[in-house]
Every structure is written in C-alpha cells, then in structure tokens.
C-alpha cells in the first residue's frame, strides 16, 4: 500500500537521577514514517469521549516501522496513541491520536 501522509513516532525514555539525585528530562526517541491517514468513525469518536479521550487522527502504518511508541506527532501537533491495531494480515497497524490535553497522566503539552 502506498502511505503518503508524512508523521513523527516519538519513544520516550523513563526519567532518571543524575549524580546528584536530580531527575533527569526523558529522553526521546523520534522516527520518522509514512502512513494513511483516516477518518475517526462517529461511534469510535464517542466511545473515546466516553472514557475521557479527545479522538481526533487515526492512521494506517506499516507494522514494521510501529514499535508501541506512546506518542506522534503530525502536521507540528503532538498528540498521544490511545490505541494501536495490528490487522490480521500482521502487515498493517492502525494507530488512534488523541489530543494531549486528553491523556489521563495529566500530561499537557508544556511537560512532553
């Protein structure tokens, strides 16, 4: 299959303690990677909200190049996978993007 929309898979290390006992900033590990962007259906979209979630991207990647990273970026938006999906074929992995103000850390855009 041919992916044409361009996105950043973003890994994040646990935090650590330097020397001194201070903790570190996680370090991060970004890929970059092609996929297939689709539509969020209306039923998945409200099941999300339902459980706290702002489902706004959902894309179609290679499974090859997907390695359980928790966050992505597309279009100079950070957002956070709430579900990944591997398809049966094991060829193919749908991810779900929610927004990052939406993560149930607390996390917002000013900590990642």
């Known amino acids: 299959m041919l992916y044409s929309d361009e996105l ?46 702002t489902t706004v991207l959902k894309f179609v990647l290679s499974s090859n190049e997907y390695h359980d990273e928790k966050y992505a970026e597309f279009a100079g938006n950070r957002y956070i996978v709430t579900r990944a999906y591997t398809a049966s074929n094991g060829e193919e992995t749908e991810i779900t993007l929610s927004d990052m103000k939406s993560d149930k850390g607390g996390e917002t855009d000013s900590q990642v």
């Open 8 to 53: 950043v898979l973003i890994a994040r290390s646990e935090s650590q303690r330097d020397a001194n006992g201070f903790l570190l900033p996680p370090k991060e590990q970004r890929t970059q990677v092609f996929g297939e962007r689709k539509s969020v259906g209306t039923n998945e979209f409200y099941k999300a909200a339902m459980a706290g979630y």
